[in-house]
């Protein structure tokens, strides 16, 4: 029960930071308007296999953008401090949360922008959406293990980018065929493997940053 | 053990028949595969050192984290180092044979994404290390870096590649290793020649990498 609390107390912190900082969350959202303008003055409305692609490559970016910071962000001292107030789990298990509820809000912006400029080729909506949800949960959840490594490897945010990607290539691949499903009229089967699959690959990243994560918070 | 001489003998031997008996002996004539088969020995081989290396790199990366020794981390680096070579050769073998067998060096087949994804993987460990200059703090990162990225590792080589459509041996009623596909003298050579042959070599070169980075640790604590 105190472990849920804490967590709780947590994650109302991440909510209220970004509450008080909003400059980053816009920032975030400018980013994602701006490209997806860029993308619309570059090609107007493309293919269906394009406009898929392009949409997952754009989850990425904006993934690595906004969960980045939730650990860079933090000075040292601040580190620090946490470190003397709580436990690693509880801590890491906030910060995922937080930013899986942040990446979801984000990617449903990318999404409407999507829609609005890119033309709407989707002929199952709902399941695009159930997809594009769970993905963003996914890519934010190793991508937040990551920020805590790149984080303590002198604030680095490059460094985020160099280690995530090759990682993500796997899920990024599952996902894309995933949502290609939702662009024929015909029902593929296979969804709900794939679903399982990558439904087993969070649990795996959960785990294990739930394991690795004190490893990286002790200086 | 690793001190003793007799298995970098072993090796020799065992890499000598692998290439003798590799490209004299007789093979099973395939459809389409014809000679090329004999890269059996060569190429698969490759794939069984880099996941063995991968795997002796992650229990020496778990030591690490156990009990902060700098030799396991020396251990774990130099592992994943003589890992990421063979997969370059795996891959270097496997795309040689495609331009015969499938008629391009690269045709975007699953296996080859998978694989060419593993050693992107495995290089950014070498990218987190050596951002860090901190010797301790950049052999626990890496540690923790190792274990998440052999958890990803598994997927992306293992997994996905078996769930979609491939043209590569073993899937999609391909041929691979099983009983009608190569006879019991391809099987000899390869569990016994070019397997343990390949992998003793990985080791020795391995063995004399980790006693250089030993040598200049010690030397480094004497200053």
Known sequence: MTTIRHILTLFKKEVLLEFRQQYSFYGVLLYVASTIFVLYLAMGQP??????????????????????????????????????????????????????????????????????????????????????????????????????????????????????????????????RMSGIAFSDVFQSGLISIILLLFCFDIMVVLLSIILFPFLWKD | ??????????????????????????????????????????????????????????????????????????????????????????????????????????????????????????????VLRNSLTDRDKSARISAVYNVFAFAMLFPTIWIIPRMVESLHPGGMGNPALDTNDIDSRMRVIFWFGAIPGWTLLGLWITNLRTRIQLLSLNQESNV
């Open chain 1, 47 to 176: 293919e269906n296999t394009v406009w898929n692609g392009l949409f997952w490559m754009m989850q990425l970016f904006i993934c690595v953008n906004a969960v980045a910071k939730s650990f860079l962000q933090e000075s040292r001292g601040r580190q620090l401090y946490f470190y003397s107030l709580c436990h690693p789990v509880h801590f890491m298990l906030a910060k995922m949360i937080f930013n899986a509820v942040l990446m979801l809000l984000m990617s449903m912006v990318s999404l409407v922008l999507f829609l609005l400029f890119l033309g709407s080729p989707l002929s199952h909506a709902l399941i695009f959406i159930g997809v594009s949800c769970f993905g963003a949960m996914s890519i934010s959840l190793v991508f937040s293990f990551l920020a805590a490594i790149a984080a303590r490897a002198q604030q680095n945010a490059a460094l985020m980018a160099i280690l995530g990607f090759p990682l993500i290539i796997p899920e990024l691949m599952l996902l894309m």
């Open chain 2, 1 to 126: 053990m690793l001190r003793r001489n007799w298995w970098k003998i072993l090796s020799f031997l065992l890499l000598l028949y692998t290439f003798t008996a590799g490209f004299l002996g007789n093979v099973p004539a395939k459809p389409i595969l014809n000679e090329t088969i004999r890269n059996l020995y060569f190429h698969v081989a490759m794939w069984f050192g880099m996941m063995i290396f991968f795997i002796v790199s992650l229990l020496y990366s778990l030591k690490y984290l156990r009990h902060n020794n700098p030799v396991h981390d020396i251990r774990a680096v130099e592992f994943a180092r003589t890992g990421i070579v063979f997969g370059s050769l795996g891959l270097l073998t496997g795309s040689i044979w495609a331009r015969w067998a499938w008629g391009a060096f690269w045709s975007n087949d699953p296996k080859q994404i998978g694989a060419a994804v593993a050693l992107l993987i495995y290089l950014a460990y070498f």
